[in-house]
């Protein structure tokens, strides 16, 4: 099955900085790739997505790259503000037709004011 | 956009009580929807898949007899603890997958989320 692996857990930033978070998945048939921001006890608000077909998509200060050859993607932020602050998870679509997302293991942001 | 209503958001009981936790789609039809468990400070593990009108798929490791999962309806889904113990403890989480939308990709959308509490 689809394993994902998500690096770096921690990261620290100062206001106005970027920050990047990466990822890497196993199954080469994966074919959709959102990425889920979770402010302490609330539900995973999906911010981007990208599908196999593309290798990079933008919205504003949020950007995603697909390297499908390399089966990463990353997930990028710039000029970011405190309220980015939060945890990040990406995930990935397996190539079955369950439609389940596998996760991976969460970076925990921090913007310093 | 579409909202998925996750009910209760926080339950506290004994241990050996089961407990129901519903999943709705409001405004779209679900055909499949996802049940997570997530453990403080820690990633969202997919327990099950449930699907409309037949039997749930869980992952590996999952007890089904102790995650009963009944998806009679294209709007709800209900997750079943059954005999819950402290381990038991987390924060339960359901997604649904917009049925009538085309295409494979579509997002999931997530509810807000149980906080079970057995002491």
């Known amino acids: 099955g689809e394993n994902v692996e998500q690096h770096p857990s921690t990261l620290s930033v100062q206001e106005g900085d970027s920050a990047v978070i990466k990822c890497t998945y196993s199954?080469?048939?994966?074919?959709?790739f959102p990425w889920y921001k979770q402010e302490l006890g609330k539900r995973p608000q999906l911010i981007i997505d990208i599908r196999s077909n593309v290798g990079e998509k933008k919205d504003q200060r949020i950007a995603v790259t697909l390297n499908k050859t390399a089966k990463h993607f990353s997930l990028h932020i710039t000029e970011t503000q405190p309220e980015d602050s939060a945890v990040y998870f990406c995930a990935a679509r397996g190539g079955d037709s369950s439609y389940k997302l596998i996760f991976g293991s969460g970076t925990r942001l921090l913007v310093r004011p | 956009g579409a909202v998925v209503s996750q009910h209760p958001s926080r339950v506290i009981c004994k241990s050996g009580t089961s407990v129901k936790i519903e999943c709705r789609s409001l405004?779209?039809?679900?055909?499949?929807m996802f049940w997570y468990r997530q453990f403080p400070k820690q990633s969202l593990m997919l327990m099950a898949t449930s699907n409309e009108g037949s039997k749930a798929t869980y992952e590996q490791g999952v007890e089904k007899d102790k995650f009963l999962i009944n998806h009679a309806s294209l709007t709800l889904s209900t997750l079943t603890v059954t005999s819950a113990h402290p381990e038991d403890s987390s924060f339960y989480i359901c997604s649904a997958r917009d049925s009538d939308r085309l295409g494979s990709n579509q997002p999931q959308h997530f509810g807000d989320g149980t906080r079970l509490s057995i002491l």
């Open positions: 199954d080469s048939a994966s074919n959709y």
């Open positions: 405004d779209f039809q679900a055909t499949t």
